[in-house]
């Protein structure tokens, strides 16, 4: 029996209704009674970044407090204290299957990936920050927040068979279910607004929820069996959006304050096609979302999995990214490689110091917040996905000693790492993927 052709434009109608409802609707949680009788916040992020490093010039030489900053690493001069390199760390789950994808979709899962064309999307896991997630989300509207510069990219990488959505995501609330990110800051920063105003009403957003569903529903009575499986994951997600929405309209009132007034901000640019443009205002909207509490958790990506954003705007630099890191050992490419990987370390260092300088209680936001940032693999020539480029910042409240380069055993879990973060804002686990235990040496 042959499938009945779906007209172009009701597909783009159902997908356009989708894209419309469902950033909205995530930034519905339930209301919160606030931080009544807590502690100082703590909060988590993750700061990922495609390709890899140039190798050589990324790990210090000492060990310990006192280390040399190398080369890519010099923008973080000014903030060397509240950063720590660890190095020696890897995921044992990502060393299978070729290229990209496999080790940057499991960043924060530290786990094996299915390899898929895109039916039976599985990551393995649920990533570190949607366990802070859980955590952290009684306190504020929003449970997380996913930010990014490049859109969702479609389609199959054909070299390596795998599905080209897994090199978008970093966030999976499911293994079956990434979180979907933002990339225009204008629509995060309306939409914290919204939150902020009190205007971010489940009841008036429920028509628009049914009729999702209704046309979802009755589009998939037209689809093959490939197309009803995506469709089922989607309706999935709209089914536990309308659970929210329950508990949104069972609260009698709302007793979460934004601690910013943000009618005070100025709006960011809507769409910017610069890169570094956006991805400054991007990393605007994370330290605006801690200082507000609109949420406590944040991932960002500087770039999807093979990223082929253009670094011209560098100087020294001509090409793209993913065409940089296949170096093949030469020299003129190793050079505009560095500078783009030092680039990226000045853009966490920014945040960083953004965060410090953001008052909190007798300390500062960066005092009570644990950032991390890395790669999924060390080396983009190779592939290599041992001892991965990892820094993480901020003292989680007084939990983290930083200031140092902790050298691990080579291959030791990135996993330890992940877990010492959730440790450090507060989670009771013992355990994350294949973790071995915390990293003492960088917990208080």
């Not at 903030?79 to 299957?97: C, F, P, Y």
């Not at 309306?190 to 902020?196: G, H, L, N, S, V």
């Not at 960066?366 to 693999?377: A, E, I, P």
Request: glycine residues 10%; contains cysteine.
């Amino acid at each position: 029996m042959k499938t009945p052709r779906i007209n172009r434009r009701t597909m783009l109608r159902g997908a356009g209704a989708a894209a419309l409802a469902l950033p909205w609707l995530e930034a519905m949680g339930p209301a919160f009674a606030g931080d009544a009788g807590q502690e100082t916040p703590r909060r988590f992020a993750a700061l990922f970044f495609p390709n890899g490093v140039r190798q050589e010039v990324w790990t210090p030489k000492e060990q310990g407090a006192g280390y040399s900053l190398p080369r890519q690493l010099e923008p973080l001069a000014g903030i060397k204290d509240d950063v720590s390199v660890v190095s020696g760390l890897w995921h044992e789950a990502t060393n299978t299957g070729d290229g990209h994808y496999v080790k940057d979709a499991a960043w924060l899962t530290g786990a094996t990936i299915t390899k898929t064309t895109g039916v039976n999307l599985n990551s393995g896991g649920i990533s570190a920050d949607q366990v802070a997630a859980d955590l952290l989300s009684k306190y504020t509207p929003l449970p997380s927040m996913e930010l990014g510069t490049e859109p969702v990219s479609s389609g199959v990488d054909g070299t390596v068979g795998y599905t080209r959505v897994y090199g978008s995501h970093v966030s999976w609330r499911t293994p079956t279910q990434p979180l979907a990110k933002e990339i225009n800051p204008r629509l995060a920063f309306d939409r914290m607004t919204m939150i902020a105003s009190g205007k971010s009403d489940g009841r008036s957003n429920r028509p628009l929820l049914d009729r999702v569903s209704e046309e979802s529903n009755s589009l998939r009575k037209q689809l093959g069996e490939t197309d009803r499986h995506r469709l089922d994951q989607y309706l999935e997600s709209v089914r536990s959006l309308e659970k929210r929405l329950e508990m949104v309209e069972s609260k009698s009132q709302n007793t979460w304050k934004s601690k910013v007034d943000f009618a005070s901000r100025t709006a960011p640019v809507s769409d910017p096609k610069n890169h570094a443009e956006r991805t400054r205002l991007m990393l605007d909207m994370i330290a605006l979302a801690f200082e507000a509490d609109i949420t406590r958790v944040c991932t960002f990506m500087f770039g999807n999995s093979v990223s082929s954003i253009n670094f011209a705007f560098l100087d020294g630099v001509e090409g793209s990214h993913h065409e940089l890191s296949h170096h093949q050992g030469k020299e003129e490419k190793l050079a505009q490689y560095e500078l783009i990987a030092k680039w990226h370390v000045a853009q966490y260092a920014y945040l960083l110091e953004k965060l410090k300088a953001t008052p909190e209680g007798e300390s500062n936001v960066l005092d009570n917040s644990v950032v991390l940032f890395g790669s999924g693999l060390r080396d983009g020539n190779s592939h290599n996905p041992h001892d991965l480029p990892l820094l993480v910042g901020g003292n989680a409240g007084g939990r983290l000693k930083q200031g140092q380069h902790i050298a691990a055993t080579r291959d030791n879990p990135m996993s330890n790492l992940l877990l010492t973060m959730l440790q450090a804002i507060g989670s009771p686990a013992t355990h994350f993927a294949d973790s071995s235990g915390p990293i003492e040496g960088l917990l208080a």
